[in-house]
């Protein structure tokens, strides 16, 4: 059973740090990639950052220079630092897992594997 958990979110103030992480367990495919995606209220769900099995990584526009995904060695948490927060940040943050290739993209309907989700504020 595939379990993803987020934890990190917060409050904070524009400008300031936050950093989430997600423990995967249940991935029993040997490759995998493994996202983050924002939903702010009244807007789809968007991407963010995603990091693919060969380590390799990709970055939605708005926060491209910003935030930087990572993973530890083991491949078991995924880390989303966020610098230089803007309010515009504000929304819930969620972390996904796709045993499928991200080759053609990594639209949230490619990842089968959600956690429940951690909500960050940035005010102003």
């Known amino acids: 059973q595939v379990q993803l958990v987020e934890s990190g979110g917060g409050s904070v103030q524009a400008g300031g740090s936050l950093r989430l992480s997600c423990a995967a367990s249940?991935?029993?495919?040997?490759?995998?990639?493994l996202g983050w995606f924002r939903q702010a209220p009244g807007k789809d769900r968007e991407g963010v950052a995603v990091i693919a099995s060969d380590g390799s990584t990709s970055y939605s526009y708005s926060v491209e220079g910003r935030f930087t995904i990572s993973q530890d060695n083991a491949k078991t948490t995924v880390y989303l630092q966020m610098n230089s927060l803007k309010p515009e940040d504000t929304a819930w943050y969620y972390c996904?897992?796709?045993?499928?290739?991200?080759?053609?993209?990594?639209?949230?309907?490619?990842?089968?594997?959600w956690g429940q989700g951690t909500q960050v504020t940035v005010s102003s």
């Open positions: 249940g991935l029993t495919y040997s490759s995998y990639s």
């Open positions: 996904a897992a796709t045993p499928f290739s991200i080759a053609m993209g990594w639209a949230p309907s490619r990842f089968p594997y």
